[in-house]
């Protein structure tokens, strides 16, 4: 039986569909951890457990010797009453904010054609990871003249922005890869390989910078293992407040030592 193979190539047409499934699918999950710890929160138990225990106090569902082990059973209700709409209120609180990301996401200039808008600067790129014949993983790195730009699609009749040319600052757009293979650490060779490409094939490029989000650990992990420092915070959102914020990595911290890569 052959062994899988996983390599790293370039976006390819026939990918279309997949690859912007992932590019929609990478902003939501972000909600999934958000409501997760929310929900774990101390605070968040402390007002499940006393909005509960004053509704058992007020129906007088205090558990009865009388009834013997099942008597535990009768504060059940007051505790799971009490769990769907809190879990309900933390999600309407957070979704709007993962909506709106992977809308900006799906409506970026370089979705409307990915082969041609990270075909205009040598050190831009587009790339999957792929195992198996199915792909796990993608990352986008933009090092054009309008890398730095945030236009959306939708805001025009025509695609605009179609310069040639390298800028000084590359941007990674998208970055994802399926959270079963994450414990292999596949993803830390791919942003190698993305920011190998990008400052290889052009001396131009100076830094590239990437926002990102603390609820996305092993985006941030990887990131900090090739020298990738935080820049700073420029949104605190949702319940309890996460944040997102831009980290870059620069040329001379990238030519000290570069990381090698197994692919």
């Not at 902003?27 to 958000?34: R, S």
């Not at 609180?93 to 041609?116: K, M, Q, W």
């Amino acid at each position: 039986m052959a062994t899988p193979n996983a390599q790293i190539r370039p976006y390819k047409l026939k990918d279309e569909k997949v690859v912007k499934f992932a590019i929609g699918k990478a902003p939501m999950e972000g909600l999934t951890v958000a409501n997760r710890r929310a929900v774990f929160h101390p605070f968040t138990l402390s007002i499940w457990v006393a909005l509960s225990c004053i509704m058992i106090q007020y129906f007088g569902w205090w558990p009865n010797p009388e009834h013997g082990f099942w008597r535990f059973f009768s504060t059940v209700p007051a505790f799971a009453c009490w769990a769907v709409p809190i879990l309900a209120l933390i999600d309407w609180i957070n979704r709007p904010y993962f909506e709106d990301a992977t809308s900006d996401a799906l409506h970026g200039l370089d979705v409307v054609n990915i082969g041609e808008y990270y075909a205009r600067s040598p050190s831009s790129g587009f790339f999957v990871l792929e195992y198996d014949g199915s792909i796990i993983g993608l990352i986008a790195i933009d090092a054009s003249k309008d890398s730095q730009s945030n236009q959306s699609f939708k805001e025009n009749d025509k695609v605009k922005g179609q310069k040639r040319g390298t800028s000084s600052v590359a941007m990674i757009r998208h970055f994802y890869v399926e959270e079963l293979f994450r414990k292999t650490d596949v993803q830390d060779d791919l942003v190698t390989f993305a920011v190998r490409h990008a400052f290889d094939s052009s001396e131009e490029v100076k830094e590239i910078r990437v926002v990102t989000s603390s609820l996305l650990g092993y985006v941030q992990e990887s990131l900090g293992k090739i020298r990738f420092k935080v820049n700073g915070i420029t949104r605190i959102k949702g319940v309890y407040s996460w944040t997102t914020g831009t980290m870059s990595l620069k040329r001379t911290d990238w030519t000290k030592e570069k990381p090698t890569s197994t692919h």
